[in-house]
Each structure stands twice: as structure tokens, then as C-alpha cells.
């Protein structure tokens, strides 16, 4: 038999065109498109780093100062007859005792000539209402401590806190060197007299920022009269009166100026005291002693010198005394700066500086552990009943699409559902831990289910057959064999879920967790608060330290947020395995 090879006629053998000049314009535009594609990939990775980059920073810079408390260090007499009036020195009897009493005697000592009613308590206002809390626990666990002298660490009001911290003003300072300064008196009011106009640039700056308030009050008249409202032709007329009244003052250089609460502060540091000047001219000034000078001897010159709180009094929420008092405290070395250990061991206050997140983070672990203690033996068994026992019909292929359906489910329905369901239908307490780990079970139930199953189809069937094949039953194969190497993968979806439970608000906002919660829980039926829940409470508070405390909270919940992601890529790494 003969192969005859007869030459194929009718085809036209096509030619690869790759020298011509239109096939290297499309290979130049092709490698072109391929490069925008890659750029436009890396700037959109770029893009997001930036974001990501600029939240975390804008969080750290907010919350990081709340991880520092400051405390005003002093001798403190710890007197019998306040502490323990009835002479029992049983550790409940020193717990009742008047500890802030103790500590305003040892603050008036560290700080005389504050004499009164306005200057005690602005003396007393630097100090939190539980000041005295760390002196209590000392003495009521030592009772020996009574009668005698203790240094004690006082824990500083929220403003006096934020003011150490840099919060609230600008402080400026620079010594009279022209003349000698002379003041009237010691206390109360005083007039300090220079022999030269040392106080000649200060009186100018004041001159030159009435002049600035009258060009503000011209431009809101302005834009009053070009807005068109009626009835604003009064408010118009006092604006421009008040401009006018501010030029002429203005234009007066040489005439003395009255300081107000609108304008920086300006004070003069002498003899060991401090004046705020009311009244100011380029040779002397009249003001109030804030602190209580030493003497009313002559100041020579270089050895005074003139401060300005740049922030005026009334944007601030610190007065001028009690920087004062700060700045005193300060230069005796009596502050002291530490660790806010209050924030992790202290639940929720009124009090900016007494309140802590323990509450929120026992509540966050009772209610996670309902969580997990349902959705985990629940979604394991319904994965390993989907995917290796379930018959494939129309009602299985229902169940799997409306499970897939409910992990897209917003969360605030879940809220809603056990809003109708426990605690209205079955009556369990509101704001419990237990009723929290029931929504969140529901919430996180879907996602564990459908990682299961995905670890679950994971591993090869050759497993299963290994196993059938030795004679073991189709349960002992799953469970001896297919799920121990499906587990990394189930407790990766699972703690993947945790992390989406531990970050959940609205669902616990509708079942009472909102509520202000001050102890601890101890149980899981207890009143608790979580912390995501925590954070917004405090994000919708005025003081600006709360506000330091909403950052460090987040802080706090995005490390554990990251500890639990960065645990499941762990095990996944781990317990990986390579068929």
C-alpha cells in the first residue's frame, strides 16, 4: 500500500504579518494598554494606601494623647478626724472617709494666698472629682497611713488635663527689659507701675487686633446688607456702631486700653505671682493677682516679663486662674505625667477623665461568647450536613440560596428581628450580653456556614475515598478524616466572622445596648454596653476630652480587629495544606 502526500489546494496559508509598519503600530499600542492597565492598577492601590494612611493617622494623632493622664503630685496630710471620724480603722470605715477634703487642704497648702469663695474654687477646680480615689485605696488597704503625711498622686480635671496636653492655648512669653516694674500690693487687685513703656509693644498688638475686629464686625454687616433678610437693618446699625467704636479706639495710640474676655490674655509674671491685666497702658497696667505675688518689692528689670495666652478666655474651656495655677503647679515639678491606666480598668463616667472601656470590653467578650458558643457547633453541623449528607433537589438548592442571601442581609435587620423576637416575643432583659450574642449569632451564622462548606470542598475526595476504602462509615470518613483537615479553614471563616461581630453597632443599638452603663457585668443577663457601641455614646458628647477617649477606643477596637484577622491569616498560613 502506497501513502501518497498530495499538496492541500484551496487554503491559503496565512502569512503572520509581524515586519510590516501597522503591525508594529499595533503592537506598540497593544504594550501601551497593557502598561496604562498596570499604572492605573498601581494608582488605584496607591490611592487607597493614601486613604488608609491619613485615617489611621488622623485616629492615632486624636486618640493617642487619652493613653496619658496627668496628676498633681503633693504631701497630703491624711488627718484621723476626716478619714476616719469614728476611729474604727476597718477597711470600710477609711473607704467612707472625706479623702477630697484631705486633698483641697494639701492643694490650698501647696498653693497659698488663695483666699475667697471665687479663688478656692477655681483653686479646686483643677482637680477631678476623683481625685483622692487612688489615696483612698492606699490608706483603706493600709490603715497606718492614717495620722501620717503621704505623698499622693491627685488626678487632674479634664480641662486642666487638655490644657497640659496642649489643647487649649498658646502660651507666650517676654521679659521687661527696659524699666523696673513695681507692684501696688500682693493680692486682689494690683497696679504695677514701670519705670519705662516696657508695656509699649503689648499695648500696640492690642491696638492693632481692635483694629481687626472692627474690619470682622464691617464684613458681617456687610454681608448682612447684601444678604437682602428684613429686619436685620438694627443688627446691621449695632454692627457698624461697634466698628466705628473699635476704629476710634484704634486710632488713639497713646490712650489706655480695657482688656476683655474677647482678647488674648495678657498678664505680668512678678515676684513669684501672676497679674491679669485688665487695664493697660505703655506704663503700667491694673489687673487682678491670678496667683498671689511673694512680696511687693521693686522688679528689676530682665527679672518679670509679660505673658499672653494667645486663645482668649471666652474660646477656651479653661480660665485664666486656673492655667495659673497649672503653670505654678508646673514650674514646682508637681506634675506629673502617666500612663492612663483608668481607661482599661474603669467603666463608663460622666467624668471625661474616670471614664474607661472595661465595661465595654467585658460586655464585648460575655456577648462574643454567646456568639461563638452558638454560630460555631451550629454552622459547622449545617456545612458538613449541606455539603456531604444533603440530597441535591430543589429544597437544598432553597436552602443554600437564601443562605448566601442572608450573609448580604443588613445588619439593622437582624437588630429588628431579635428586637421582635427576644425581647418582645420571649421577654429575655434588654441590653444583656445574652441577647446581644443571640442577634450577632444570627448575623454571623451565614458566613461561618458558607467558609465551612468551602473548606469542606476543599479537600479532595481522594480523602474520602482512602478512607470508605478501609472499611470506615461515610460519618466516620467526615468526621475522622475530612474535617480535622477542613478545620484551619472553618476557624479562619469563623474568626474572620467574630471579627465582623466584634465591629457591629446598629443590631445592639435596637435591643437596649445604648443605654449608660457604669458597672461592670458579671453575668451574661446583666445590663452591658460593647465597645463599638461604647465609641458612638462618647462620639456624640460635647467635651472635647471625650472626644481624645472616642479616638482611643477606636484605637483599641482596630487593634483587636487586627490581632483576629491577623490570627486567622496565621492558621491559614499555618495549616495550609497542598494537594
Given at each position: ?18 515586519t ?35 485615617l ?50 494639701a ?54 488635663d487638655?490644657?497640659l ?39 500696640a498688638?492690642?491696638?492693632?487686633a ?49 482688656l ?15 497679674v ?20 511687693a ?44 491606666t ?20 467585658v ?10 458558643g ?27 440560596i437564601n ?67 478501609v ?18 479553614g ?21 435591643i437596649?445596648?445604648?443605654a ?41 477596637l ?11 491569616i ?10
Open positions: 500500500m502506497t501513502d501518497l502526500v498530495a499538496p492541500l489546494t484551496g487554503f491559503a496559508s496565512r502569512r503572520l504579518d509581524t510590516s509598519d501597522g503591525a508594529r503600530a499595533r503592537l506598540r499600542a497593544r504594550y501601551r494598554a497593557e502598561a496604562r492597565f498596570r499604572w492605573l492598577g498601581v494608582g488605584a492601590l496607591a490611592v487607597t494606601a493614601v486613604f488608609l494612611v491619613v489611621i493617622a488622623d485616629i492615632l494623632v486624636k486618640g493617642l494623647p487619652a493613653f496619658w493622664q496627668h496628676h498633681v503630685v503633693l504631701d497630703v496630710p491624711v488627718a484621723a478626724d476626716v478619714v476616719d471620724p469614728e476611729g474604727k480603722r476597718t477597711p470600710e470605715a477609711l473607704r467612707a472617709g472625706d479623702y477630697m477634703g484631705v486633698a483641697r487642704r492643694l490650698a497648702a501647696a498653693m497659698p494666698g488663695f483666699e475667697g469663695r471665687t479663688a478656692r474654687k477655681q483653686l479646686n477646680e483643677i482637680l477631678s472629682s476623683g481625685a483622692a480615689d487612688e489615696l483612698r485605696e492606699a490608706v483603706s488597704g493600709n490603715p497606718g497611713l492614717v495620722g501620717q503625711t503621704v505623698e499622693a498622686r491627685l488626678l487632674l480635671s479634664d480641662n486642666a487638655l490644657y496636653k496642649g489643647v487649649e492655648t498658646e502660651i507666650a512669653s517676654a521679659a521687661g527689659t527696659k524699666g523696673m516694674a513695681t507692684p501696688t500690693g500682693t493680692a486682689g487687685e494690683i497696679k504695677v507701675l514701670l519705670s519705662a513703656n516696657d508695656l509699649a509693644g503689648t499695648l498688638s492690642v491696638k492693632t481692635l483694629a481687626v475686629r472692627a474690619e470682622a464686625l464691617e464684613d458681617q454687616a456687610n454681608a448682612l446688607e447684601q444678604s437682602g433678610r428684613k429686619g436685620v437693618e438694627e443688627s446691621i446699625g449695632e454692627l457698624r456702631a461697634q466698628a466705628k467704636a473699635l476704629r476710634g479706639r484704634h486710632g488713639n495710640a497713646d490712650a489706655a486700653e480695657t476683655d474676655g474677647t482678647m488674648p490674655s495678657r498678664l505680668i509674671a512678678i515676684n513669684g505671682g501672676l491679669k491685666i485688665t487695664t493697660l497702658s505703655s506704663s503700667e497696667a491694673t489687673g487682678e493677682a491670678l496667683v498671689p505675688l511673694a512680696s518689692d521693686d522688679a528689676k528689670p530682665g527679672t518679670w516679663q509679660i505673658v499672653t495666652y494667645e486663645t482668649p478666655e471666652d474660646s477656651r474651656n479653661i480660665n485664666d486662674r486656673s492655667i495659673a495655677i497649672l503653670e505654678t503647679l508646673r514650674s514646682q515639678g508637681r506634675i506629673e505625667r502617666s500612663f492612663n483608668l481607661f482599661f480598668t474603669s467603666g463608663d463616667s460622666r467624668e471625661p477623665e474616670l471614664a474607661g472601656i472595661r465595661g465595654a470590653l460586655g464585648s467578650f460575655l456577648t462574643l461568647l454567646v456568639t461563638i452558638l454560630c460555631l457547633p451550629i454552622g459547622v453541623m449545617a456545612a458538613i450536613y449541606l455539603e456531604e449528607f444533603a440530597p441535591k433537589n430543589r429544597f437544598t438548592d432553597f436552602v443554600e443562605i448566601n442571601n442572608l450573609a448580604a442581609v443588613p445588619s439593622i435587620v437582624f437588630g429588628l428581628l431579635g428586637l421582635a423576637v427576644f425581647l418582645n416575643f420571649i421577654g429575655l432583659p434588654r441590653s444583656a450580653p445574652l441577647v446581644g450574642g443571640l442577634v450577632l449569632a444570627l448575623l454571623v451564622l451565614p458566613t461561618i456556614i458558607i467558609a465551612s462548606r468551602a473548606a469542606l470542598r476543599a479537600v479532595p475526595p481522594s480523602i474520602r475515598e482512602a478512607a470508605l476504602g472499611g470506615a462509615s461515610k460519618q466516620q470518613a467526615i468526621l475522622h478524616h475530612v474535617l480535622p483537615l477542613a478545620m484551619p472553618i476557624m479562619t471563616g469563623t474568626i474572620i466572622g467574630m471579627a465582623h461581630a466584634l465591629g457591629e453597632t446598629a443590631p445592639l443599638l435596637l437596649g445596648m445604648v449608660f452603663i457604669v458597672d461592670v457585668p458579671k453575668s451574661f443577663s446583666e445590663a452591658a454596653t460593647v465597645l463599638p457601641v461604647q465609641i458612638f455614646l462618647w462620639s456624640d458628647l460635647p467635651e472635647p476630652a471625650f472626644q481624645a477617649k472616642t479616638a482611643a477606643a477606636i484605637i483599641v482596630l487593634a483587636f480587629l487586627f490581632l483576629m484577622n491577623g490570627t486567622a496565621w492558621l491559614r498560613r499555618k495549616f495550609e495544606r497542598r494537594w
